[in-house]
């Protein structure tokens, strides 16, 4: 492919993918402005590797970079300044007053919770129930066995149940 395709190519995935993208970096480090630059990173990235992508599911592809990039992020940060800026009031980590109200109560519940849980469930939970991906997408996505996705997911679940209850949170299911 020349660089105007590949250019094309990228725009094009960029506009389908990149909200879905920022909203699972942001899950993850739960800070808006690193949140979109990450994103960005994540297209910029897939655009230098091109090449090695060999048509398989160009939407597990991104998000497999983006988790690659975000784990790398957060690698580079002192793991112990960074768990304590994260962890600080999830509400006010960036997001916009208009976000804010966009947020459901539950949301912002659940979100709160996610937030709180080891990266390997955060991961796994926000891949498989908000964004939907099958156990074999997640899977290649996190370079996990299927049965790595089942087990993980289950525990994060159950984790995050956990965790909803600690905060007086009521639910019908997760």
């Known amino acids: 492919m020349d660089n105007d395709n590949n250019q094309r190519l990228i725009n094009d995935w960029y506009l389908e993918y990149s909200n879905d993208i920022y909203k699972f970096i942001l899950y993850l480090i739960n800070d808006h402005e690193h949140a979109k630059d990450l994103m960005q990173d994540t297209f910029i990235r897939a655009y230098n ?30 793991p112990i300044h960074y768990l304590i800026d994260s962890a600080v009031s999830v509400t006010s980590q960036g997001l916009t007053p208009e976000q804010n109200l966009m947020l459901s109560e539950q949301e912002k519940e659940l979100y709160k919770a996610i937030s709180k849980l080891k990266r390997s469930y955060r991961e ?7 964004k939907e991906f099958s156990i074999y997408e997640t899977a290649h996505i996190l370079e996990w066995s299927e049965g790595k996705v089942k087990t993980t997911l289950w525990r994060g679940l159950s984790a995050l149940k956990k965790q909803l209850e600690k905060e007086g949170y009521h639910y019908e299911s997760v």
Do not use: C, H, P
Request: proline fraction near 0%; hydrophobic fraction near 45%; glycine fraction near 6%.
């Open 49 to 78: 590797n091109l090449e090695s992508f060999q048509g398989e599911n160009k939407k597990g592809w991104l998000f497999r970079i983006a988790r690659n990039i975000t784990i790398d992020f957060i690698r580079s940060k002192r």
């Open 124 to 130: 796994v939970i926000i891949l498989r129930k908000i």
